[in-house]
């Protein structure tokens, strides 16, 4: 069996990437481990991922899933002394208003369904057992739930097997980020006290001196909460994941009066040492795209926007890698620098929120020369193409360094009040 494209993975990268080339004509085979709808993290969209969504032909069926329209983020001090809102309309040129908070299992099973639909062939409980990438061809071996071996060959192959990273580690090309070995424990807890109206759709992110928690409202009355800690700081509490979920909401008054009365409906998972990349993401014939070229970090949403916007743009230079065999190169390389580019942006943005003074600084928002709006437009996945976009961004670090030496903003401690 021959394809011009063999993707490893169905998630959001796999998904959006079989969609595009099948639809420009390609034969396109999609290799998933799992069976769909399957639970995962990362429900938070960002508005950036609307325009994509109508250039693959699936926004009206996401509408019409009736997840909950986000309007923006919300930041608040573990202290309880300061907070502040983002909504995406206020952000610098904003195009988009409005993204989604999505139940992962359905929204990736809408993504798969629609590269079905466009003509990809999709293999669900199926897992690739070897790899073979010389430059001439690829080939795969992969065993279907039945355990049945089969060998198929690809044009070129896309690795979007999220954080398993099937080429990645077959070439060892997986590093991690030294300052970024985080652990995240989460789950779902239905009956909460969501505000109505917009404020009652966005994400919010509660900084604590050496943690951080996320609450997202997936309907209105359920949420996805989770926790992130130092990998040491997990080992440490020599606790299951239950344990430390219940503790860290009980050390937090103001997540205890966000969960008063919600009860927990799925089991608490786990995830730790998630934050790694790739030292490259192309080669002769494959292509990395989503959590497979890297992943940063949960903080900001980013997740399942680089995973559109990889998947998007790994479509792109294979489909004119078909067309031009010998562009394949300079194509592949471009697609790295710009997904590096962007990759980029966000680690900066993640390093700095695990700082306390960028914490300071963004929970005392002042208005000069649109700096906020443009905090604002990075944070709905604007990807600072524009040197107005950029200078003041740069402003903002500059901000956030001299908050270090001299407090501008107010000094905060993070620490809940006894």
Same mark, same amino acid.
């Given at each position: 069996?021959?394809?011009?494209? @063999?993707?490893?993975? +169905?998630? #959001?990268?796999?998904? /959006? !990437?079989?969609?595009?080339?099948?639809?420009? *004509? %390609?034969?396109? =085979?999609?290799?998933?481990?799992?069976?769909?709808?399957?639970?995962?993290?990362?429900?938070?969209?960002?508005?950036?991922?609307?325009?994509?969504?109508?250039?693959?032909?699936?926004?009206?069926?996401?509408?019409?899933?009736?997840?909950?329209?986000?309007?923006?983020?919300?930041?608040?001090?573990?202290?309880?002394?300061?907070?502040?809102?983002?909504?995406?309309?206020?952000?610098?040129?904003?195009?988009?208003?409005?993204?989604?908070?999505?139940?992962?299992?359905?929204?990736?099973?809408?993504?798969?369904?629609?590269?079905?639909?466009?003509?990809?062939?999709?293999?669900?409980?199926?897992?690739?057992?070897?790899?073979?990438?010389?430059?001439?061809?690829?080939?795969?071996?992969? @065993?279907?739930?039945? +355990?049945? #071996?089969?060998?198929? /060959? !690809?044009?070129?192959?896309?690795?979007?097997? *999220? %954080?398993?990273? =099937?080429?990645?580690?077959?070439?060892?090309?997986?590093?991690?980020?030294?300052?970024?070995?985080?652990?995240?424990?989460?789950?779902?807890?239905?009956?909460?006290?969501?505000?109505?109206?917009?404020?009652?759709?966005?994400?919010?992110?509660?900084?604590?001196?050496?943690?951080?928690?996320?609450?997202?409202?997936?309907?209105?009355?359920?949420?996805?909460?989770?926790?992130?800690?130092?990998?040491?700081?997990?080992?440490?509490?020599?606790?299951?994941?239950?344990?430390?979920?219940?503790?860290?909401?009980?050390?937090?008054?103001?997540?205890?009066?966000?969960?008063?009365?919600?009860?927990?409906?799925?089991?608490?998972?786990?995830?730790?040492?998630?934050?790694?990349?790739?030292?490259?993401?192309?080669?002769?014939?494959?292509?990395?795209?989503?959590?497979?070229?890297?992943?940063?970090?949960?903080?900001?949403?980013?997740?399942?926007?680089?995973?559109?916007?990889?998947?998007?743009?790994?479509?792109?230079?294979?489909?004119?890698?078909?067309?031009?065999?010998?562009?394949?190169?300079?194509?592949?390389?471009?697609?790295?620098?710009?997904?590096?580019?962007?990759?980029?942006?966000?680690?900066?943005?993640?390093?700095?929120?695990?700082?306390?003074?960028?914490?300071?600084?963004?929970?005392?928002?002042?208005?000069?020369?649109?700096?906020?709006?443009?905090?604002?437009?990075?944070?709905?996945?604007?990807?600072?193409?524009?040197?107005?976009?950029?200078?003041?961004?740069?402003?903002?670090?500059?901000?956030?360094?001299?908050?270090?030496?001299?407090?501008?903003?107010?000094?905060?401690?993070?620490?809940?009040?006894?």
């Amino acid at each position: 069996m021959h394809y011009d494209v @063999a993707i490893i993975g +169905g998630g #959001p990268a796999g998904s /959006t !990437a079989a969609a595009m080339l099948a639809k420009a *004509g %390609r034969s396109v =085979v999609v290799i998933e481990r799992e069976k769909f709808p399957r639970f995962h993290i990362g429900e938070s969209l960002l508005p950036f991922s609307m325009d994509a969504f109508e250039r693959l032909g699936i926004l009206k069926k996401i509408q019409d899933a009736g997840f909950v329209v986000k309007h923006g983020a919300e930041i608040c001090s573990g202290c309880g002394e300061k907070e502040t809102r983002f909504y995406f309309k206020d952000g610098f040129r904003s195009r988009r208003a409005t993204a989604f908070q999505v139940t992962r299992s359905e929204f990736d099973k809408i993504l798969l369904d629609h590269a079905r639909e466009c003509g990809a062939l999709v293999r669900e409980e199926t897992i690739v057992t070897s790899l073979d990438l010389s430059a001439g061809s690829t080939s795969l071996s992969i @065993a279907s739930a039945d +355990g049945s #071996p089969e060998t198929i /060959t !690809a044009g070129y192959v896309i690795d979007c097997s *999220g %954080r398993n990273s =099937v080429i990645g580690s077959h070439l060892g090309l997986k590093e991690s980020y030294p300052s970024l070995q985080k652990f995240a424990v989460y789950a779902h807890f239905e009956d909460a006290q969501i505000p109505e109206g917009v404020d009652g759709t966005l994400t919010r992110m509660v900084r604590g001196e050496d943690h951080w928690f996320w609450i997202i409202p997936l309907s209105s009355t359920k949420l996805s909460i989770g926790v992130v800690m130092d990998t040491e700081k997990y080992k440490s509490l020599r606790s299951t994941p239950e344990q430390v979920l219940e503790r860290f909401i009980r050390d937090q008054p103001l997540m205890q009066s966000r969960l008063l009365g919600s009860r927990r409906v799925t089991k608490v998972y786990a995830s730790g040492d998630y934050s790694y990349r790739n030292r490259t993401l192309h080669g002769d014939r494959w292509l990395m795209a989503g959590d497979a070229a890297g992943f940063i970090d949960p903080v900001f949403s980013s997740g399942v926007f680089l995973a559109i916007l990889g998947g998007e743009k790994a479509a792109e230079a294979i489909d004119a890698a078909l067309r031009s065999p010998r562009e394949a190169r300079r194509l592949f390389a471009r697609y790295e620098r710009h997904l590096v580019k962007v990759m980029g942006l966000y680690l900066k943005f993640v390093l700095a929120w695990y700082r306390k003074e960028f914490v300071e600084t963004v929970l005392a928002p002042r208005e000069f020369f649109e700096v906020v709006p443009a905090v604002n437009a990075v944070l709905a996945g604007n990807m600072g193409k524009s040197f107005s976009l950029r200078w003041r961004l740069w402003l903002f670090q500059l901000i956030v360094r001299l908050q270090r030496i001299v407090p501008i903003c107010p000094r905060l401690t993070l620490v809940p009040r006894s």
